[in-house]
């Protein structure tokens, strides 16, 4: 309720009635609200606060509005209660200036108290009649898993990265690098001391980013699960990193063979070789080092576990081990129905923690391109099909991003974004927001980098049909279409003018995006996709000459501007990604 709302209402040619039964009585550090306000009102309705809570009700009336009344107009069911009366009495002497003064002096230090509660975004009201309003996250765990196969990131884009967590109130990063020595192959070995110092560097950036640095290890490819010493081996890795700060662990089984065994033993304790008796052997893992470690180590969050069956929604002889017998403190990760599926659904989330016996967390293969679908694929499509109410399904999303740490920042804008509050996400904003950030707020750079993402759009999946998450290029396959349809409707000119625009601003656009974008990451790792795009661009451009001299009889002319669109396209597409830098190489 503003001032200047009430002054507009008691300026209007009516009788003006404030409803001070939740707000008089010295709730708001005055006895009546409306004194805090600037207005006389007519009319003023009273209740229980009069009588400090017996039942009562009371309308007091301005001498100027008394002839609008008759007797019987105001009815009260205990208005004249003697006992009510008389305790009415009492509190109106009560509230002098000196509880009044407290009230406003306690509603100070309540709304400085609230003021500094995590989620609150701003604290409104007057004494001790006050509300808070709250932005909390839909999701506990938002953020990015580093899980992906070939070259992992550099250590400055870890820290890059975790300062953009922060900055997007994304609270989660799982370290889980496929090609670090030490978190697959070699899980047995100690990190060098070089390694655990820089691993330190990256908790206390995430601590300071109030991001939880969750530290996974993948022991599934050689270890033997009846070996003590094996065991021994994981809680002192995990006790390593404990002693740098880190408060949240992983165990990874996924992309392992769980049809054998890696060592006679698990045989002999836990029968031949099946998903099932994998299970048996894992969960006996699991749950010790729950018992064993977390459970002993203070601050220690529950453990997570990447299971090998970690896609899809049926029921198996190995989940139905994990269901029954796995610690039901133990977070289990799940990627969807695929490995890399083409939407994630609140069905098939919940029909996934059905076959689990818990509610799932999701690993959330995108941006991801690490997988032959992908080839010379860079993915800056939005974050988008992932259905609103998955909060209630799931714990939370980590997405798997890009080799490429900084174009990766486009799609985790929109994870942040969904995990924060799924039922109002909206995927353009999203995508127009992550543009936004990288452009600084300069609306050409915006629209460039917008263009720019639509020609990266395509998101492939792993499914075997060949389904894809998003299309590639959808608003210029649209502006395409409508040249198409004007063309064929006769306005040749018509056509070439819609379209040329946009085919300069894609021209334009990576010059335009180097010159800018204040990230060198995001232009260093887009570097390959920017040549190739300029070269398409123009090619679009002299392609268009070409027709309108074609169209006004210029038959040299055009044929110039065809070869050279030509020597375009071929440059073009002999652009190659950068070596060593994305798995799978390609163009």
């Not at 003023?44 to 001498?63: E, F, Q, R, S």
């Not at 391109?369 to 399904?393: C, F, I, K, S, W």
């Not at 065809?562 to 375009?568: V, Y």
């Amino acid at each position: 309720l503003t001032d200047e709302f009430v002054l507009a209402a008691r300026a209007l040619d009516a009788l003006l009635c404030v409803d001070e039964i939740q707000t008089g009585v010295g709730r708001t550090g005055s006895f009546f609200g409306f004194e805090q306000l600037g207005v006389r009102p007519d009319l003023v309705t009273m209740a229980k606060a009069l009588a400090n809570g017996l039942p009562i009700g009371a309308l007091l009336v301005a001498d100027g509005a008394t002839g609008a009344f008759a007797p019987g107009d105001h009815g009260s069911t205990f208005g004249g209660n003697p006992v009510s009366c008389a305790a009415a009495c009492a509190v109106v002497e009560a509230v002098d200036d000196a509880l009044l003064a407290n009230v406003r002096a306690q509603g100070t230090a309540l709304a400085d108290g609230l003021s500094a509660l995590p989620g609150v975004r701003a604290v409104h009201g007057r004494g001790l009649l006050l509300g808070a309003v709250v932005d909390r996250p839909a999701m506990r765990h938002r953020g990015a898993i580093e899980g992906f196969y070939g070259s992992p990131w550099a250590a400055e884009e870890r820290l890059d990265q975790l300062a953009f967590y922060g900055r997007f109130k994304l609270n989660t990063y799982v370290y889980a690098p496929k090609d670090d020595p030490y978190h697959r192959d070699q899980w047995r070995e100690a990190y060098p001391s070089d390694r655990l110092e820089g691993l330190r560097t990256l908790v206390d950036t995430a601590i300071a980013n109030h991001v939880r640095f969750t530290f996974a290890v993948s022991p599934g490819v050689s270890i033997c699960y009846s070996d003590p010493a094996d065991l021994a081996a994981l809680t002192a890795k995990l006790e390593a990193v404990y002693a740098l700060g880190v408060r949240s662990f992983s165990i990874a089984l996924d992309d392992i063979d769980h049809t054998r065994w890696n060592c006679p033993a698990d045989g002999d304790r836990y029968g031949a070789a099946s998903t099932a008796a994998a299970a048996r052997a894992q969960v006996e893992l699991l749950n010790a080092v729950q018992a064993g470690f977390v459970a002993t180590h203070d601050s220690a969050e529950p453990l997570q576990v990447v299971p090998t069956e970690y896609q899809g929604t049926r029921d198996s002889p190995y989940r139905t081990v994990l269901r029954t017998q796995l610690d039901p403190q133990i977070e289990i990760m799940w990627t969807g129905a695929y490995v890399v599926p083409d939407a994630i659904t609140v069905a098939q989330a919940e029909a996934a923690a059905g076959t689990f016996g818990r509610p799932v967390y999701v690993w959330d293969n995108t941006p991801v391109n690490d997988y032959p679908p992908t080839e010379g694929r860079l993915v800056l499509a939005p974050y988008a099909r992932r259905e609103p109410g998955l909060a209630g399904q799931v714990t939370g999303i980590v997405l798997n991003p890009m080799n490429q740490a900084a174009a990766s920042k486009v799609q985790l804008v929109g994870g942040a974004d969904f995990t924060w509050n799924d039922t109002a996400y909206d995927p353009a904003r999203a995508h127009r927001a992550a543009a936004d950030h990288l452009a600084a707020g300069d609306p050409r750079t915006t629209e460039a980098l917008l263009a720019f993402f639509d020609l990266e759009n395509l998101a492939p999946t792993s499914a075997g049909s060949g389904i894809v998450s998003q299309p590639q290029a959808p608003a210029l396959a649209a502006r395409l279409d409508a040249f198409r349809t004007t063309w064929s409707g006769g306005d040749r000119a018509g056509a070439i003018a819609g379209l040329r625009p946009y085919a300069e601003m894609l021209a334009g656009a990576p010059a335009l995006i180097r010159a800018n974008v204040a990230d060198a990451g995001f232009v260093a790792d887009c570097a390959p996709w920017l040549d190739a795009t300029a070269l398409w661009g123009a090619a679009l451009v002299t392609t268009l000459d070409a027709i309108a001299a074609e169209a006004a009889g210029d038959t040299a002319g055009a044929a110039v501007s065809r070869a050279t669109a030509g020597d375009l396209v071929a440059q073009a597409t002999a652009v190659e990604t950068v070596p060593g830098e994305t798995r799978p190489q390609g163009r």
